[in-house]
C-alpha cells in the first residue's frame, strides 16, 4: 500500500522537503509527535486494533483518534520507507517503572532507521506513552545523548548474557538518568507485532486492558491520563493533577484535551 503522504503531513502539521535526509527524518519525527495522541482504547474497550496500513490511516490520520506503540510506529516506518529511508523494526523490553530484578516481555515496538551519508543509524520511536518518550530520534552510537528540547535522552550498553549487545535509553530526570526500556538490534517483523499486538490487546492481565492510558505532547506541555487521573506537566517542571468525576468529563476531556474523539454513545468501562 501507498501511503497518502499529503493526509499524513497535514495531519501531523508537516511541510517540508520530501527526502531521505537527517533533518528530515528529525522534523516529521518531532512533528508526529506532537501531532497524534498516545491512546489505548481499542484494548480498553475489548479489541485488539488493526495494524493493517489502510485501517490506521483511516484511524491515525483522518479518523480523529490516537494509538499505541504497534500503530504509531508501523505507521512512521511506512512513511519513512516510502520517504526512502530504510526501516529496520525492534522490539524492546520496557523497564521504567519495573521493581529490581523484574524481567518483563519485550512487548513494545520501536526502529532503526539507516540515512545515507550517517555515520550511525538513529533509534525512532514515536509510540511510547510516557513524558520520558524521545521527541526526536538518537544516534545509535553508545553514550550519545540527545537534547531533544525539552528532554534530554542518552542511550548506554546494558548487562546482558546473551550474543547481541543491549541498548537502553535513558531519560534525565533533573539530575539522574532513568532507564526507559532495553532493546538488541535483532530485527522484527510484520507478523511479530501481530502476535505481541493480540497479547497487549487481549490478555486480561495486560495493563492496557485494565485501564485507559492516553498521552498528549504539545509545545510547553505535556498531557497524561491514566484511568481518571490527569497530569498536566509543564516544560519548567510544573506539575498539575486532578481527578476526572465521571466517564462523561473523560470522554470530554479525551475529545478536547486530547484530539481523541470516540463515536457517540461509547461507554467506558469503570
Not at 503522504?5 to 527526502?19: K, N, T, V
Not at 512513511?79 to 529490581?100: D, E, I, M, N
Not at 543509524?121 to 537534547?147: K, Q, R, T
Not at 484511568?227 to 468529563?249: H, Q
Request: hydrophobic share 40%.
Amino acid at each position: 500500500m501507498t501511503l497518502d503522504l499529503d493526509a499524513y503531513f497535514a495531519r501531523i502539521g508537516w511541510s517540508g522537503e520530501r527526502r531521505p535526509t537527517v533533518e528530515v527524518l528529525r522534523s516529521v519525527h518531532r512533528a508526529h509527535m506532537l501531532g497524534i495522541p498516545f491512546e489505548n482504547l481499542e484494548p480498553l474497550l475489548g479489541s485488539a486494533p488493526s495494524l493493517a496500513l489502510p485501517d490506521l490511516e483511516e484511524k491515525l490520520v483522518r479518523g480523529d483518534r490516537g494509538g499505541y506503540c504497534y500503530e504509531h510506529n508501523t505507521l512512521l516506518a511506512a512513511v519513512l520507507t516510502q520517504l526512502g529511508f530504510r526501516v529496520t523494526l525492534l522490539t524492546a523490553r520496557v523497564v521504567v517503572g519495573a521493581a529490581p530484578g523484574d524481567i518483563r516481555p519485550r512487548t513494545h515496538m520501536l526502529m532503526q532507521v539507516d540515512v545515507e551519508g550517517e555515520p550511525a543509524p538513529y533509534l525512532a520511536d514515536v509510540g511510547f506513552g510516557s513524558h520520558g518518550a524521545l521527541l526526536e530520534p538518537i544516534p545509535l552510537v553508545v553514550d550519545a545523548e540527545l537534547l531533544d528540547t525539552p528532554r534530554h535522552h542518552r542511550l548506554v550498553h546494558a548487562p546482558h548474557d546473551g550474543p547481541l549487545e543491549m541498548w537502553e535509553l535513558q531519560a534525565d530526570k533533573g539530575g539522574y538518568w532513568e532507564p526507559q526500556y532495553e532493546f538488541t538490534l535483532e530485527p522484527f517483523e510484520a507478523p511479530d507485532y501481530e502476535v505481541i499486538n493480540w497479547h497487549i490487546a487481549t490478555n486480561p492481565r495486560s495493563p492496557f486492558r485494565q485501564a485507559l492510558y492516553a498521552q498528549r505532547t504539545l509545545p510547553g506541555l505535556h498531557r497524561a491520563l491514566s484511568g481518571r487521573t490527569l497530569v498536566e506537566t509543564a516544560d519548567d517542571g510544573t506539575v498539575a493533577e486532578r481527578e476526572l468525576s465521571g466517564s462523561a468529563e473523560v470522554l470530554r476531556v479525551l475529545a478536547e484535551d486530547f484530539d481523541v474523539h470516540l463515536p457517540e454513545g461509547t461507554v467506558l468501562p469503570g
